[in-house]
């Protein structure tokens, strides 16, 4: 057991969330999915103090049918990926996505890793 607090501690060491952000939130905004993805990767690096083109790894927790999918977000954004990771379309995998993207980071395959959910309900 204490070999596993060990690697936890090395872990935490290695990767930290450095930047957040939203879409608009309500009913009928009459955008994609892709659209408010955008506007939150975007406010996500602003305020990371980065660009969208450091971002080269990224983990989506909504995908089809109800949102959109990794592959698809990162050809509609633009972005140039070394690793992505898309879970289960149930909407409850945040901390799933959050410790795929650390240790992503962790292991030297992505430098920063976005994660979201992309989904649009109207």
Known sequence: MAGDTDRLRRLADQAVVCGV?????????????????????????????????DIDGMAVTFGSPLGADADTLA??????LKAYNQTWAHGRFT???????????????ADVVACLAAVSFT
């Open 75 to 80: 050809f509609a954004l633009g972005l140039e």
């Open 21 to 53: 952000g939203e879409s608009a939130y309500g009913r009928r905004l009459g955008r994609s999915a892709i659209d408010l993805a955008a506007d939150a990767i975007q406010a996500a690096v602003a305020d990371a103090g980065l660009t969208k083109g």
């Open 95 to 109: 901390g799933t996505a959050l410790q795929w993207a650390a240790m992503t980071v962790a292991a030297g395959l």
